[in-house]
């Protein structure tokens, strides 16, 4: 193997997921949250995979130290216009390179879909540093609804 290939190699990271199968992903593509997540503190190195769908707002967050664990997230300013404005940045970070994601909750009926706004993940882009953060101003819920509720005739 060529001094190339070699490097090549080296800069991708073999994921095995029960859900989206076996692939590589550059190693630059893998968040870092030093702290894991709430509840799940061993739960460090992530991918973000987009979905399949286009056009659609959900990205998946494929943990690589748990394979079995993962998210759906969203864009917590697409559910929620002005909420990146209540979200304390870290001062490092400018803010066009803070990513703030918010956990969906995806129910065995889609309609009842939630965005957990109280604990969003703050992501620096360029770094690919990322942690989670409880607001406890009372604003923002654990459980912010998606979708409207069905109109009855």
């Known amino acids: 193997m060529g001094e190339a ?7 991708t990271v073999a994921v095995r997921s029960q859900r989206f199968g076996d692939y590589e992903v550059p190693a630059e593509r893998i968040l870092r949250f030093p702290e894991g997540l709430v509840g799940f503190p061993e739960a460090r190195h992530f991918v973000l995979l987009e979905s399949s769908h286009a056009g659609s707002p959900f990205r998946y967050l494929l943990c690589l130290d748990l394979p079995e664990l993962g998210f759906v997230v969203c864009d917590a300013a697409h559910v929620c ?5 209540d979200v304390p940045r870290p001062a490092e970070v400018p803010v066009e390179d803070l990513a ?5 909750t995806v129910p065995a009926d889609p309609c009842h879909m939630t965005a957990n706004l109280m604990a969003p993940l703050l992501v620096d882009c360029r770094s690919g540093r990322g942690r989670q953060v409880v607001l406890d101003t009372g604003r923002h819920p654990i459980r912010y609804p998606l979708l409207a509720p069905p109109v009855r005739p």
């Open 81 to 85: 216009p002005g909420y990146v404005a």
């Open 5 to 11: 290939a070699r490097q090549a190699v080296a800069e």
């Open 100 to 104: 703030v994601l918010a956990l969906v």
